[in-house]
């Protein structure tokens, strides 16, 4: 089940959702069977705002603008998608190989990456915000990555550690556009358009 609300929570809200799910038709034959309720506090705003085309993410913090971030990322081919993300996973060290995303690893644009540092995921097709000591000298200039979202490891690391699951990057930049399925889609439609696919609708 996935819900959201018209605008992001702000921070400080106490938040509850019942789930009135039992019986409601998902489709395909099946139903919900069961009734939830959960309930939470929203933290501190983060927003973070990437731009692919100047290759800086801005972070945004309670809405005032508190750290700027050279990065790299998808070179021609490999295009960053824009739209709005959400931090999905985060792993302190992350193998990163090709093989995932169709290529070789042993080709000229494959690679086999052992301990990726700082990797926050942000697509289930393998978009990541993570350290890349390699491509430094590329980071707030030009685009470089297979798609991910590179920055000197002394930066993802602040990054890594200020930011939470659930956390917003929003995209802007480049021609191809996130999917509401590839990952926490969710914010990339209007609530007039999410409301309309609702199952209690």
């Given at each position: 089940?996935?819900?959201?609300?018209?605008?992001?929570?702000?921070?400080?809200?106490?938040?509850?959702?019942?789930?009135?799910?039992?019986?409601?038709?998902?489709?395909?034959?099946?139903?919900?069977?069961?009734?939830?309720?959960?309930?939470?506090?929203?933290?501190?705003?983060?927003?973070y705002k990437v731009n692919i085309q100047t290759d800086h993410l801005h972070v945004f913090d309670n809405g005032r603008l508190t750290r700027t971030i050279p990065v790299t990322t998808g070179m021609p081919g490999f295009t960053t998608r824009s739209g709005t993300k959400v931090i999905i996973e985060k792993d302190r060290y992350h193998t990163m190989n090709s093989e995932t995303i169709g290529i070789d690893p042993n080709?000229?644009?494959?690679?086999?990456?052992?301990?990726?540092?700082?990797?926050?995921?942000?697509?289930?097709?393998?978009?990541?915000?993570?350290?890349?000591?390699?491509?430094?000298?590329?980071?707030?200039?030009?685009?470089?990555?297979?798609?991910?979202?590179?920055?000197?490891?002394?930066?993802?690391?602040?990054?890594?550690?200020?930011?939470?699951?659930?956390?917003?990057?929003?995209?802007?930049?480049?021609?191809?556009?996130?999917?509401?399925?590839?990952?926490?889609?969710?914010?990339?439609?209007?609530?007039?358009?999410?409301?309309?696919?609702?199952?209690?609708?």
């Open positions: 089940m996935h819900w959201r609300p018209a605008a992001y929570w702000k921070a400080g809200t106490k938040v509850t959702v019942n789930a009135d799910i039992n019986g409601v038709p998902a489709g395909n034959g099946i139903y919900g069977q069961l009734d939830r309720s959960t309930s939470f506090d929203v933290g501190d705003s983060h927003v080709s000229a644009l494959g690679y086999n990456i052992k301990n990726v540092e700082y990797a926050m995921r942000l697509t289930y097709s393998g978009e990541f915000l993570h350290a890349a000591p390699w491509s430094v000298a590329d980071q707030g200039h030009s685009n470089v990555s297979h798609g991910c979202t590179g920055m000197s490891t002394a930066n993802a690391g602040w990054l890594y550690n200020h930011s939470q699951i659930g956390d917003v990057v929003q995209y802007t930049g480049s021609h191809v556009h996130m999917t509401l399925d590839n990952g926490y889609g969710d914010w990339n439609e209007s609530f007039a358009q999410y409301r309309q696919g609702s199952a209690l609708s």
